[in-house]
């Protein structure tokens, strides 16, 4: 965890409220930091549906694992989440410590392991020793209570700066009904999954086969569009669980995709993954000022998606960010070799509201002063015109600093 | 160009012996640079044989443009090489600046504009003034000598923070011929191709298409196996000429690529393109280690090759690098996220010759200091086994330091 908040953390946190059917408990077990809640207890009073996203690492986690297999039964009733060490990379030993905290949680609710979802977050490698703190579950199942969503999101937090939230009250059929999410990541981000650890719960009644659907469709604008570093998570987990306890106050389940009264939901939905996503490229590591880089004209939204990340991930386009720049050069560069259709006389480019480039070369209206002055926003937007179809993406990424290397030169010690 | 040399720069500099049939000469333009030369002519006294590997970027500078033209003629009379601005993006004006320098150059050894080649480093997005030097070029024709090639090198410079030379003489059927090669990047440098620019020239009597061939299947293991930072420059090129002047100390004419005679060649300039990839990475932009990555057991070499860049490319690997840390979580985050073939329970992972992991998580004997130690080196091998097959290959990197950041953060102003 860093000493400093990064500038550009949200200047208000939201107020979450209670999740019907959703209690949550925290501890702090000395994983690794100490003077710090590391353990994160979520408990469902009821089974509740659930639907995840995860890493598309070769070398997934111990908990990614274990969450792949107990996502097969659709339904869920605790998750424990730690910080400070990853599971990953640890062999029979960590299946052995994910199989025993499973255990602990599935005893702690009275319920069965594969009903129980696993995520672990911090140093690769390391064994972890689940006997830390799998005998703090079971009173942290009876000292669960519905509004600690902001404690949640700090006991999930690694080399994060500020805590990730979100919330939506929306109508289903009438009935008000939350959505709350939680996440954390600050490096090791990017697509697929740009998240690390998020968790979302909502009250609404919706099946789990349709939870997945909205969830695998939310996903790619929000944490599919946004990379911090270009290095995929061994241990990425997004989780969307539905509680259903809205039901009691008269929102019918909705068992089909289809439904009508889903869409103001998924709208929510959306907007709070992209909340929480956005949060994550605020919090970077080392991040000085976000970038937001929309592609158009290309081929297809493929296209554009892989060029937009060719260009957020390129080290010379975000270091030039980083020193208030305005190398739109180095955006071409960025284009050129995504090896996605492009046509060099036709590109145009934009930073914010003023075109830099345009028919494959300098705008010839191009003012060094004014891009200069709008390099020092702390959110800067890039536009990339391919001219060729109308395929379209935004992405979102921050700057590379000073700050980044030292962060991560050091990580570990 | 950095005030300090880079600490991996080589102790020595090879003498370089002059190649019968290439004459030398640079200049002063004042392009960008002042006080230091700017522009590189190098004259062929008569057709040369010329052989060439570009960047794959899609949007590729007009040099490079040009370049492929003329390469369909298969013979040279002049290179010509200008720092301080890639014309690239430069749009008509570029094509038009690149065709004013080509046609200079023509005049003044007396041939065909594409027998011309050119080349041109710098900024990008920039108009290239082709007026600030094209005049100069008929007197660079006269005053060019054979024994220049470190004033070569160092004229095409950027970010470089040493020249890069290399040569070897070898037998061709008997008879002595020499190989000089130079090479400039630091920055913007990934495969393919890895070296922004390089120009190399021999004596051997060798047919264009031979040389061709030559060329593309040497540059597999040299310059498209080294990266600085995964962005791919709108100007890499590569180009290799053979006057063919040792005919006149006897060495027969090589017509065929089969020809047995040319064994020794193909190794000596195997080695003489390693050497200056090598240093490339060496004088990497901030470089203050190298890394050689090593990947065996993949299920192809391509594959192979494919885990061993996401290795060398990643920003977490390579800060880790920075900072001295044993971080082979990170490395096993890299395998995972490269795609490819990958089992996560059969990955070993050594440091040198320290082997830090096997069968999928941390080796027993492990030892922290021994590991921190070897970090301490400025050359680190990382050697990975994916235990699924018998493909191989290796890559260079070097590491990633707030220097690059400071570098790239104001490279224009």
């Known amino acids: 965890m860093s000493a400093s908040v990064s500038p550009l953390a949200p200047k208000h946190y939201p107020s979450m409220p209670g999740i019907q059917g959703v209690r949550i ?16 207890l979520i408990v469902f009073d009821r089974p509740t549906a659930v639907a995840g996203v995860f890493t598309r690492s ?21 998750v424990v989440v730690n910080s400070g060490n990853a599971n990953a990379f640890t ?42 703190f799998s005998h703090l579950l079971a009173d942290m199942v009876n000292n669960a209570v519905a509004d600690r969503w902001p ?38 981000i990017a697509p697929d999954m740009a998240t690390m650890l998020s968790f979302v719960a909502t009250d609404a009644p919706i099946a789990a086969d349709v939870l997945q659907r909205l969830l695998s469709k939310s996903v790619g604008k929000s ?23 809205a039901a009691e106050r008269g929102a019918e389940p909705v068992t089909k995709l289809k439904d009508k009264r889903l869409k103001p939901f998924a709208k929510a939905l959306d907007r709070v993954l992209k909340d929480l996503a956005l949060q994550v490229v605020r919090d970077g590591e080392g991040a000085r ?29 975000k270091t030039a960010a980083a020193g208030e720049d305005a190398n739109w050069g180095r955006i071409v560069m960025a284009v050129g070799k995504a090896g996605e259709p492009a046509d060099r006389d036709r590109l145009a480019i934009s930073f914010g509201e003023i075109r830099v480039a345009r028919e494959g070369e300098r705008d010839p209206d191009y003012s060094e002063a004014a ?22 993406a935004t992405v979102w990424t921050c700057d590379l600093t000073k700050e980044y290397v030292a962060i991560n030169g050091d990580y570990r010690s």
């Open 371 to 392: 891009t200069s002055a709008y390099m020092k926003n702390d959110e800067i937007k890039i536009s990339v015109d391919i001219g060729l179809g109308k395929g379209k």
């Open 58 to 78: 070769k070398c997934p986690s111990a908990a990614v694992d274990f969450c792949r297999a107990s996502l097969e039964g659709g339904t869920a009733r605790a």
């Open 25 to 40: 408990a925290t501890a702090e077990a000395g994983i690794k930091y100490k003077g710090r809640t590391d353990v994160l």
């Open 151 to 188: 404690d949640a999101a700090s006991a999930i937090m690694t080399t994060d700066t500020f805590p990730k939230l979100s919330t939506e009250t929306v109508l289903l059929g009438g009935v008000p009904v939350t959505i709350n999410g939680i996440a954390k990541g600050a490096g090791m």
């Open 223 to 245: 944490f599919n569009s946004v990379t911090v570093d270009s290095d995929t998570s061994t241990s990425d987990t997004l989780l969307l669980f539905a509680t259903g306890s």
């Open 91 to 132: 062999g029979k030993k960590g299946r052995e410590s994910a199989k025993m905290t499973a255990a602990a949680a599935a005893k702690a609710v009275g319920a069965k392991p594969h009903s129980i979802f696993l995520a672990s977050t911090g140093v690769i490698g390391e064994p972890l020793d689940a006997g830390k």
């Open 289 to 317: 000022k976000m970038l937001e880089i929309s592609v158009t004209g290309a081929t297809s939204s493929r296209s554009a998606k892989r060029i937009a990340l060719s260009i957020a991930n390129s080290p010379l386009v």
